[in-house]
């Protein structure tokens, strides 16, 4: 059985999504971290605007580097209700989530890995979809962006199961959801 993992890039006033600091990859130590999460992973599972701002970026990416060459042959299941196709190794999962994510959590093998996609992110937390949580905390703030649980949300407990401290100052924290009863 497969569980799924979501590895999100966040600062310490909660902001995942800014277009001021959205640069994950900016240091070594992170692509590094990343790469040892894709590498770890079956599958990626992206939310519609994460799989296209990716596939539009990638062919920019230098194909010699191993996490481009990672990444742009993993299979990608991607959550649109919008697109009617998608090409680069995607499979289209236009409804159902729940349905079709409990699926793939039953098929053997390494994790499904969420990267980014803080709408995904929240409906795969909401449906209990949502195995181990992976945040790497930069240590900075932007003021202003959205962030991974908006106020209003529902409460939930997590427990910590591991860290990793980089020399820029960032944290990697792993949060395990409580088992299910």
Known sequence: MSEVVVLM??????VVANPSWARPSRYDEHEKYQLGQIAASRALLLGRVTFQEMAEAW????AAEEYTRLVDTAPKYVVSTTL????WNGVLIPGRLAEHVAKLRREPGQDL?????????????RLGLVDVLKL?????TA???RRLFPQGGA???WTLTGT?????GAVALEYRVPART
């Open 59 to 62: 062919p920019l990416r230098d």
């Open 84 to 87: 009617d196709h998608v090409p």
């Open 143 to 145: 003021g202003t962006g």
């Open 113 to 125: 890995l969420v990267l980014g996609g803080v709408e995904l992110v929240g409906q795969l937390v």
């Open 9 to 14: 890039h966040v600062l310490l006033d909660g």
């Open 136 to 140: 790497c905390v930069h240590p900075e």
């Open 155 to 157: 409460p939930s407990t």
């Open 164 to 168: 990793s401290l980089f020399p820029s």
